[in-house]
């Protein structure tokens, strides 16, 4: 054990070998302490006292020093100025320092690499690379260590020092393995076993070939272009004749094959296979970015050896290939195949006199007439307004049905209820729906690659009709609607804002679907005697909510009580409000005692009024009403509910100020007096 040709003291030696005597050495035995004489000394060792060899040198074991030489060495016969001796391992045959090379070594030793050494099995040519070497044998050559070196049996040089150790071959040993190596003996768990083939670059089947069957290289391909379907000539139809085919390892199965490349212009693709024989299939493959082929759809319709391929799959640029594949059967050679595509439309100006720019959005519009189309959707990206973007969140709508002509631009955009004009831009896909080979629909969406705009004036807000507004009076039981509508218009939003008899805040109530009218009774908290400020506003069908209108006055019911004036008299003006004596006989209610001190009073029915059907007479006593009492300002100070059976009813209205009060049961108001 040496470093640098310096012995290591702390040498660890294996079996039954040690380094007693601590010169560097592992013997079998050692038990020798060098430079003393009488020792017992093992092979190698030798016995000096002041630099000279003892020959009374005891050597253990079975060793001796029979050649006197003062080294210990099994079987000593060997004297080693002389040639011709037996020698044993560590000896060294020379004649005035000459190797001697036909010094013969004893037992299972040998000097086969002629370095005048005798070594057990010595068959390493030490000083030359690439030699064969036994255990602790090193391959230099002028002291580099050859990292070549072939160590025999089981020996190998796993840490490439230069020198052959007992050791495993770690390795794959696995002979089906792509990686097998031959020359290990212990398995690392590395093996790769065949893979089916795929598309990265490396050999998965171990068959040598990388991607083999998966790249277009080595396919006879003939490159066509596509035409707006139904138009089939010129380079967008091509012969199938299988005839004409090879059998490619990118197909599973024997047969012959066509192939054929596309450049997409369209996301589209009809791929219609005509007048084939036999049993065909067509496959479609898109190049990826590894470039390898990679299947994206096939057609197999096994009724007819016809085929239709449909697809709105496609990326526009990418290359795509259409393989057509015989499975069995005859061949026609007059097979064809034609390659369309399906085109997007556009915004047609018709209804705007091809200007683009329309008055509102009661206008109709049009996209641009597409055949075979069953539905025209209409994106809507973007608005700008005084070249400002409107950052509006995009919308959608579909045609109900193949027909390209919308009735209101409303059901489209929004109206403009701003100030200056609204340009937005559009796309408008197409929904198709083709015949398969089998006579099946199949649906297309072909998407658009260019966009068109829509100018849209401005026009006005809407509000609260004018019949609705006050000074006019509105029963709960009635309606109001807005003073016209807006086109599209999904519904109507309803703000109330009570200004009398309590102010309070604003309630934003939606009306009905695709309904103008509003209904009253509909509003939270709505009672008679109230006045409201009142605005509407559109909401389209795209979501979109159009600007609040103006401000109008709402009253319900009597919002306040003017006596009679007398008609004719010098500066009347016409009644707004009418109150008739509570006991009138030509009414159909009276009211009694009026004057009143008590609380209370009695309602009774009186009967059909004149012009009264006996029809309307029965309706009114089978049906139930609602009494209000108002006081001079308009304001309810009591309300109830009364049966009308044709019987007195006595109402308690409670303690209430000394005044005139307006009683109102249904459509008839009535005078009352509190004393």
């Given at each position: 054990?040496t470093?640098?040709?310096v012995?290591?003291?702390?040498?660890?030696?294996?079996?039954?070998?040690?380094?007693?005597?601590?010169?560097?050495?592992?013997?079998?035995?050692?038990?020798?302490?060098?430079?003393e004489?009488?020792?017992?000394?093992?092979?190698?060792?030798?016995?000096?006292?002041?630099?000279?060899?003892?020959?009374?040198?005891?050597?253990?074991?079975?060793?001796?020093?029979?050649?006197?030489?003062?080294t210990?060495?099994?079987?000593?016969?060997?004297?080693?100025?002389?040639?011709?001796?037996a020698?044993?391992?560590?000896?060294?045959?020379?004649?005035?320092?000459?190797?001697?090379?036909?010094?013969?070594?004893?037992?299972?030793?040998?000097?086969?690499?002629?370095?005048?050494?005798?070594d057990?099995?010595?068959?390493?040519?030490?000083?030359?690379?690439?030699?064969?070497?036994?255990?602790?044998?090193?391959c230099?050559?002028?002291?580099?260590?050859?990292?070549?070196?072939?160590?025999?049996g089981?020996?190998?040089?796993?840490?490439?020092?230069?020198?052959?150790?007992?050791?495993?071959?770690?390795?794959?040993t696995?002979?089906?393995?792509?990686?097998?190596?031959?020359?290990?003996?212990?398995?690392?768990?590395s093996?790769?076993?065949?893979?089916?083939?795929?598309?990265?670059?490396?050999?998965?089947?171990?068959?040598?070939?990388?991607?083999?069957?998966?790249?277009?290289?080595?396919?006879?391909?003939?490159?066509?272009?596509?035409?707006?379907?139904?138009?089939?000539?010129?380079?967008?139809i091509?012969?199938?004749?299988?005839?004409?085919g090879a059998?490619?390892?990118?197909?599973?199965?024997?047969?012959?094959?066509?192939?054929?490349?596309?450049?997409?212009?369209?996301?589209?693709?009809?791929?219609?296979?005509?007048?084939?024989?036999?049993?065909?299939i067509?496959?479609l493959?898109?190049?990826?970015?590894?470039?390898?082929?990679?299947?994206?759809?096939?057609?197999?319709?096994?009724?007819?050896?016809?085929?239709?391929?449909?697809?709105?799959q496609?990326?526009?640029?990418?290359?795509?290939?259409?393989?057509?594949?015989?499975?069995?059967?005859?061949?026609?050679?007059?097979?064809?195949i034609?390659?369309?595509?399906?085109?997007?439309?556009?915004?047609?100006?018709?209804?705007?006199?091809?200007?683009?720019i329309?008055?509102?959005?009661?206008?109709?519009?049009?996209?641009?007439?597409?055949?075979?189309?069953?539905?025209?959707?209409?994106?809507?990206?973007?608005?700008?307004?005084?070249?400002?973007?409107?950052?509006?969140?995009?919308?959608?709508?579909t045609?109900?049905?193949?027909?390209?002509?919308?009735?209101?631009?409303?059901?489209i955009?929004?109206?403009?209820?701003?100030?200056?004009?609204?340009?937005?831009?559009?796309?408008?896909?197409?929904?198709?729906?083709?015949f398969?080979?089998?006579g099946?629909?199949?649906?297309?969406?072909?998407?658009?690659?260019?966009?068109?705009?829509?100018?849209?004036?401005?026009?006005?807000?809407?509000?609260?009709?004018?019949?609705?507004?006050?000074?006019?009076?509105?029963?709960?039981?009635?309606?109001?609607?807005?003073?016209?509508?807006?086109?599209?218009?999904?519904?109507?939003?309803?703000e109330?804002?009570?200004?009398?008899?309590?102010?309070?805040?604003?309630?934003?109530?939606?009306?009905?679907?695709?309904?103008?009218?509003?209904?009253?009774?509909?509003?939270?908290?709505?009672?008679?005697?109230?006045?409201?400020?009142?605005?509407?506003?559109?909401?389209?069908?795209?979501?979109?909510?159009?600007?609040?209108?103006a401000?109008?006055?709402?009253?319900?019911?009597?919002?306040?009580?003017?006596?009679?004036?007398?008609?004719?008299?010098?500066?009347?003006?016409?009644?707004?409000?009418?109150?008739?004596?509570?006991?009138?006989?030509?009414?159909?209610?009276?009211?009694?005692?009026?004057?009143?001190?008590?609380?209370?009073?009695?309602?009774?029915?009186?009967?059909?009024?004149?012009?009264?059907?006996?029809?309307?007479?029965?309706?009114?006593?089978?049906?139930?009403?609602e009494?209000?009492?108002?006081?001079?300002?308009?304001?309810?100070?009591?309300q109830?509910q009364?049966?009308?059976?044709?019987?007195?009813?006595?109402?308690?209205?409670?303690?209430l100020?000394?005044?005139?009060?307006?009683?109102?049961?249904?459509?008839?108001?009535?005078r009352?007096?509190?004393?």
């Amino acid at each position: 054990c040496t470093i640098n040709d310096v012995f290591q003291t702390d040498c660890t030696c294996a079996g039954t070998f040690s380094d007693a005597d601590n010169d560097g050495t592992c013997d079998a035995n050692d038990l020798c302490a060098g430079p003393e004489a009488g020792t017992a000394c093992d092979d190698g060792d030798v016995c000096t006292l002041n630099d000279v060899i003892q020959p009374d040198c005891t050597c253990a074991g079975i060793f001796a020093d029979a050649d006197n030489d003062g080294t210990c060495d099994a079987n000593d016969l060997c004297v080693g100025p002389e040639a011709g001796t037996a020698c044993d391992d560590g000896d060294a045959c020379t004649v005035n320092d000459v190797i001697q090379d036909n010094c013969t070594c004893a037992g299972i030793f040998s000097d086969a690499d002629n370095d005048g050494t005798c070594d057990a099995n010595d068959v390493c040519q030490g000083e030359e690379p690439g030699a064969t070497c036994d255990d602790g044998d090193a391959c230099t050559e002028n002291d580099v260590i050859h990292d070549n070196c072939t160590c025999s049996g089981l020996l190998i040089d796993a840490n490439n020092d230069g020198i052959c150790d007992l050791n495993n071959i770690l390795g794959c040993t696995d002979e089906n393995a792509c990686n097998y190596n031959p020359e290990a003996n212990t398995n690392d768990g590395s093996c790769i076993l065949p893979q089916p083939e795929i598309c990265d670059g490396l050999d998965n089947n171990c068959d040598g070939v990388v991607d083999e069957g998966l790249v277009p290289s080595g396919l006879n391909i003939t490159n066509v272009a596509t035409m707006q379907y139904p138009v089939c000539v010129g380079t967008a139809i091509a012969s199938a004749n299988l005839n004409n085919g090879a059998n490619s390892t990118v197909i599973d199965g024997d047969g012959n094959d066509l192939w054929f490349g596309i450049t997409a212009q369209y996301n589209t693709l009809r791929a219609g296979l005509s007048a084939a024989t036999g049993n065909n299939i067509l496959y479609l493959f898109e190049l990826n970015p590894a470039g390898c082929l990679e299947l994206l759809e096939t057609e197999h319709e096994n009724t007819t050896g016809n085929q239709t391929l449909l697809t709105d799959q496609l990326t526009v640029g990418q290359t795509y290939y259409v393989a057509v594949h015989n499975i069995s059967g005859p061949i026609n050679a007059s097979a064809k195949i034609c390659f369309n595509h399906l085109n997007a439309s556009s915004c047609d100006h018709y209804y705007s006199n091809n200007t683009g720019i329309y008055t509102s959005v009661c206008n109709s519009f049009k996209a641009q007439y597409r055949a075979n189309a069953v539905a025209y959707t209409f994106d809507v990206l973007s608005a700008t307004q005084n070249n400002v973007d409107q950052a509006i969140a995009p919308w959608t709508y579909t045609t109900p049905n193949s027909v390209s002509v919308v009735s209101r631009l409303g059901m489209i955009l929004p109206a403009n209820q701003g100030t200056s004009p609204l340009i937005y831009t559009l796309k408008v896909p197409v929904l198709y729906s083709l015949f398969d080979a089998a006579g099946n629909f199949e649906n297309l969406y072909a998407q658009s690659t260019s966009t068109c705009t829509v100018t849209l004036n401005a026009e006005s807000t809407v509000a609260l009709r004018s019949s609705d507004r006050c000074p006019m009076n509105k029963a709960i039981t009635s309606n109001i609607a807005p003073d016209r509508t807006v086109c599209g218009a999904m519904r109507y939003d309803w703000e109330f804002t009570e200004v009398l008899p309590n102010p309070g805040t604003a309630q934003v109530v939606q009306g009905g679907a695709y309904a103008s009218v509003f209904f009253l009774s509909n509003v939270p908290g709505v009672a008679t005697g109230k006045t409201y400020n009142v605005r509407v506003r559109p909401v389209h069908t795209s979501g979109i909510t159009g600007n609040w209108g103006a401000v109008n006055c709402l009253r319900i019911g009597n919002a306040g009580m003017v006596l009679d004036n007398h008609p004719g008299s010098a500066g009347a003006e016409p009644p707004l409000l009418s109150l008739r004596a509570g006991g009138e006989m030509n009414a159909s209610y009276a009211i009694y005692p009026n004057p009143t001190a008590t609380g209370s009073f009695v309602l009774q029915y009186n009967g059909t009024r004149r012009g009264e059907s006996i029809f309307a007479q029965e309706t009114t006593m089978e049906s139930t009403q609602e009494l209000v009492m108002m006081d001079i300002t308009g304001k309810v100070v009591y309300q109830q509910q009364v049966v009308l059976n044709g019987n007195p009813m006595e109402i308690n209205f409670g303690n209430l100020a000394s005044g005139v009060y307006v009683v109102m049961v249904g459509e008839e108001r009535m005078r009352l007096i509190i004393e």
